[in-house]
């Protein structure tokens, strides 16, 4: 019996439960991974996720060739692409971990059904999330539209289960079926090529997660509550991009944290939050091009000011939180947390350019980037989705640079304060006019 273990947004071999159940039999293995950007839907990769995915797929081929067998790419439609690699290699089972956004659940449905059809095992398990999102309702079987009483209902209820252990060995199907050159996908950039900050920034693969979490733990959690919102402080976890791509499970680090360390339930909130984003893609699946909350259909964004834009997009709005911040995802394709909603709202609310061209933008340039956790973000910040309070939460970049690097040091190491650019909007009276918008929904 052969078994195809379908990688996605898991590039890990510890806890995955996919590749555990298909080792637990002693059988052989196909690890397979597909790069789809023709089933129906699915969002193309922006320039700095392709950058990260080419090292991850890197990083995991040399971790599965050390347990004794090949990593195999293909490229293409994965619904047709995992039937020719069951009908190769005349595999009788294919598993995978769910995925939570509708053109994906659309391909795995699509792929149970022809396994059904086949005579095919297919089975998928909870790899990626905590909690699954059908699961978390109300009393009256309604999902939650805020955060905390979604939160509070998974933490009441059953732990998430422990890890599953990384697997001594795997044994390989015969013959290997072929696989693509990871080059030949072209990943990476060229001409020019604008990733030497990334790759200075970071260190790509489930190791590097591993020890980036062991980091955090040791060093940065006992302070993380108070440094948190500190965007010269190395104070967070750095591991949103490992999280991402799968290459830590949330699982190991809610129990690493829990075990590791005193007091993590700040941080255990925050990977509450990335549950909470992915709950929402389930119930919305257009988030990233509608409004969570569809009065905002309605919202009347003025005609683009493709200036202003441009000068948002290259750090050149005269403001110096919003300006450092820009620079600071050009070069590392990453940007502190709090520095991200403030330069969110300014986009949104303050040159009231839509929303949605922030998002596409931190598509692009995020190596963190998801379809759940971006635009999630960027509909609370914009006031579309689920904040609480989304007319009156509009972020005063001077105020939150005097609050929270009130000496410069963030804003001076990512070059915020640049001489000749001066400030492309008023905030006082850029607030009052979004707030007058607000009203008229």
Not at 213 to 232: G, I, S
Not at 401 to 429: C, H, M, T
Request: with cysteine; aromatic share 10%.
């Amino acid at each position: 019996m052969t078994t195809v273990v379908l990688f996605r947004d898991d590039l890990r071999v510890t806890d995955h439960p996919a590749l555990h159940e298909a080792v637990s039999h002693g059988e052989p293995v196909v690890c397979l991974y597909v790069l789809d950007e023709e089933s129906p839907g699915i969002r193309p990769l922006g320039g700095a996720a392709k950058w990260w995915l080419h090292h991850s797929l890197t990083s995991l081929a040399a971790d599965l060739a050390a347990l004794g067998t090949p990593l195999t790419l293909r490229r293409g439609a994965a619904g047709e692409v995992v039937r020719d690699v069951v009908r190769e290699t005349g595999a009788d089972r294919v598993l995978w971990n769910r995925r939570y956004g509708g053109p994906e659940r659309a391909v795995d449905a699509g792929l149970k059904d022809w396994a059904g059809e086949n005579g095919v095992e297919a089975h998928s398990y909870a790899g990626n999330l905590m909690f699954e999102p059908w699961a978390i309702t109300t009393q009256a079987g309604d999902p939650y539209r805020v955060f905390t009483p979604f939160w509070r209902a998974c933490t009441s209820g059953p732990p998430p289960r422990e890890p599953y252990p990384a697997p001594s060995s795997v044994v390989p199907a015969e013959p290997t079926p072929a696989s693509d050159a990871l080059e030949d996908w072209r990943l990476l950039p060229t001409a020019p090529d604008w990733s030497a900050g990334l790759a200075r920034t970071w260190t790509v693969g489930e190791r590097a997660a591993h020890d980036r979490l062991d980091d955090f733990l040791d060093e940065r959690l006992p302070t993380y509550t108070q440094d948190r919102d500190v965007p010269a402080k190395p104070a967070t976890s750095g591991l949103s991009p490992h999280l991402r791509w799968g290459e830590i499970s949330p699982h190991t680090v809610w129990h690493r944290a829990l075990s590791g360390a005193e007091n993590p339930g700040k941080f255990l909130t925050e990977l509450g939050w990335r549950e909470y984003a992915w709950y929402n893609l389930y119930i919305h699946p257009d988030m990233a091009t509608r409004p969570i909350n569809p009065k905002f259909e309605r919202f009347p964004w003025p005609p683009l000011d493709d200036d202003a834009l441009a000068a948002w997009q290259r750090g050149r709005t005269g403001i110096p939180l919003v300006d450092a911040g820009m620079h600071e995802l050009w070069e590392t394709g990453t940007m502190q947390n709090r520095v991200r909603m403030v330069t969110a709202s300014l986009l949104a609310k303050n040159l009231l350019i839509d929303w949605r061209l922030g998002e596409q933008w931190f598509w692009d340039t995020l190596v963190d980037a998801d379809p759940a956790s971006n635009p999630h973000n960027w509909q609370w910040v914009a006031g579309s989705g689920t904040d609480a309070a989304p007319y009156f939460r509009i972020f005063n970049p001077e105020t939150q640079q005097k609050k929270f690097d009130p000496d410069f040091v963030y804003v001076d190491r990512w070059n915020g304060r640049q001489e000749g650019v001066e400030s492309i909007v008023d905030l006082k009276a850029s607030r009052a006019h979004a707030l007058e918008l607000f009203k008229t929904l």
